[in-house]
């Protein structure tokens, strides 16, 4: 075999070989530097979203705020958040080319049902 | 602390001098212009940076409201002041510096969603969570550390002898920069000339051309007289030696042996040896001894008497006189507002697209358009310098597939006994955000889990760490903006240009994102253009 088609070869090789690591977390955490892992909505919004929005959607606030999930009424037109989680809005950033349309649709579909109906300890 | 005298600017030549043609250049035209006469000049330069700036003439006391005390909003204080204006600055945080920032020892850290840290580091230790190293052509941020007496040591990017580290090459076990780079620029150098000696390249590769690159792959590769990459005393002179050369009996050396090309290939650990190549990294870097908030508090002993902490900033309004911002003292529960004939704003795009304000649909929408990316850092003590003691690592770093990215060792205290910190994890993308979004206790057992795949000597050594996301930074929001290059075409120049009476500066408004020397050009600008506006009404 000569030089080249060794080295010809060996690139073809390493471009088969797959680089992202099988997810090493349960929750799909942590399995890759390029893209998001996690399989299910909840995993998502905890393992990414909750960063800023918080574990349980209350969002925070400093010198700027991240806004609270909870009830939020601009939350129940569903195309508004799976349009805002895949272009970006203002500083939050886009996620199209971190996470499939599949995990996009996930995460909403996860916040408007867990975040955008009534708190079960809120007084109604 | 003055200002070295070197730094005072000349006014009373008779001839213009070069300085001072290119000062008006700069005032009239803004600093794209002046860099082009400077290269017209012949003084094409590494840097936009051409020395200390000069704002001739009177303001006759016209005032400028600053928001923001990182390095812009510090910078275009001690300037503006120099000239003449009268500047009040008002910033979020209790401290000055914004991501200019040092945790230390004793310090407390509360980030959004209320888990406080406290960092119990030893006395002297530290860690930078944001900027961490200054590279030789920021000549800007240099001479001011030159000028305000910040001492300044080296910092290691490359160390030969750190390692580089996947968890699927080489069985997890990590390598040495030093053999990973010699046995990778040894099977390319080896692979090529096999191809030119088989005449592959004949007609790519002249006959003249042809010894030249052989000559040339044999040293880039450490190549022996027959153009093969081998085992042998030619490759342990670059890889280093199973038993390296002593002194007296039995002090031959032993030769390493060679890793196979499709070994090195497939490890993929090539992929770090690149992160050095680039401009930002190369030789010399350095960092303020100390921690990186020597240059915040630096400005600070200058220009601290202008700075209102604890200050919130809600709503910027400008009329055809002034400008005019309402805040909050969120420790005192304090309203107020400052008004000022002209206003500065360094605040990161991330709050400021969140506050009301009276600018133009094109300056309001590039402060709309840029997203604001994730990072996190994150610092570990541990008994003793065990990676200087055990693995002969003085500074520099270790890169590695696993979530934490990098381990970086201190590039100061070589050989102290006694505890050391190192940076523990600083990934970015996808692990950033998934580290930020843990609680930080959380995020610190993480990366002792991780690191100790590469160090064995966490698991005994460790003692307790402290860990920043920045998106969860409450004066920040995120760690650097993100432009597109879609977003760049479309509104840098909006972002840069005087709205009435407000301009902006920061990172966000420069070409060199996250680092401190993009804010500190962009400051130097804004005024130069503020201060040009205000000599010619």
Sequence with gaps: MSAVKLALKLAIALLLTPTLALAQQPDGSFSSPFRFGEPTGEAIYQNICAGCHMP?????????????LRQNPRLAATDY?????????????????????????????????????PLPESPK | MQLQPESRRVTDQPQPSRRD???????????????????????????????????????????VLILGAGIAGMVAALELRKA??????????????????????????????????????????YLNPGPWRIPYHHRGMLDYCKRLGVALEPFIQVNHNAYLHAKNAFDGKPQRYRTVQADFHGA?????????????????????????????????????????????????????????PGGGM????????????????????????????????QTTLFQPTGGMDMIARAFAREIGDLIRPNTKVTAIRQTNQNVTATWTDPTTGE??????????????LSILSQIDINVAAPMQDAINAVPYAPGMKIGLQFKRRFWEQDDAIYGGISYTDLPITQIAYPNS???????????????????????????????????????????????????????IGWHRVPGALGCYGQWSTEARDKHYKNLCALDGRILLAGEHASYIPAWQEGALLSALDAITRLHARVMSP
């Excluded at chain 2, 600093?31 to 000069?54: C, K, R």
């Excluded at chain 2, 004939?341 to 605040?347: A, G, H, K, M």
Aim: glycine share 10%.
């Design chain 1, 56 to 68: 349980d959607g209350r969002g925070a606030t400093g010198a700027g705020a991240y806004p609270s």
């Design chain 2, 84 to 125: 003449g204006y009268t500047v009040t600055v008002l910033d979020y945080n209790a401290r000055p510096g914004g991501r200019t920032w040092t945790i230390h020892g004793g310090d407390t850290y509360t980030e959004l969603g209320g888990e406080t840290q406290d960092c119990r580091f030893a006395e002297g230790l």
């Design chain 2, 250 to 281: 039995g002090a031959e050396p032993t030769d390493s042996v060679v890793t196979s090309a499709s070994d090195v290939l497939k490890s993929g650990l090539w992929r770090a040896l690149a992160i050095a190549q680039d401009y930002d990294y």
């Design chain 2, 188 to 244: 390319v150098s080896d692979l090529l000339a096999k191809a030119v000696n088989a005449d592959t390249l004949d007609h790519t590769v002249s006959k003249d051309d042809r010894e030249s690159l052989l000559a040339s792959l044999r040293s880039f590769g450490g190549l022996n007289a027959d153009y093969t990459y081998k085992t042998g005393p030619t490759a342990s002179a670059r890889r280093g030696y199973d038993k390296p």
């Design chain 1, 81 to 117: 958040d799976i349009a805002i989680i895949t272009r970006s809005q203002k500083a939050m950033p886009g996620f199209s080319r971190t996470l499939t349309e599949r995990q996009i649709a996930d995460v909403a579909d996860y916040i408007s049902k867990t975040f955008n109906t």
């Design chain 2, 335 to 348: 309203h107020g507002t400052t008004t000022a004939d002209w206003c500065l704003c360094t605040i990161p």
């Design chain 2, 21 to 63: 043609l290119l000062s008006r250049i700069g005032a009239v035209a803004g600093s794209s212009a002046m860099y082009l006469a400077m290269t017209s000049l012949g003084l094409a330069a590494e840097s936009q940076y051409s020395g200390p700036i000069t704002l001739d003439g009177d303001p006759k006391g016209a005032s």
């Design chain 2, 413 to 467: 205290d070589y050989l102290h006994d006694g505890p050391g910190v190192l940076l523990g994890a600083y990934p970015f993308g996808p692990y950033a955000y998934e580290f930020t979004a843990l609680p930080p206790a959380e995020r610190i057992r993480k990366a002792v889990e991780w690191g100790a795949q590469i160090h064995p000597q966490y698991k005994a050594e460790f003692e307790h760490g402290i860990a």
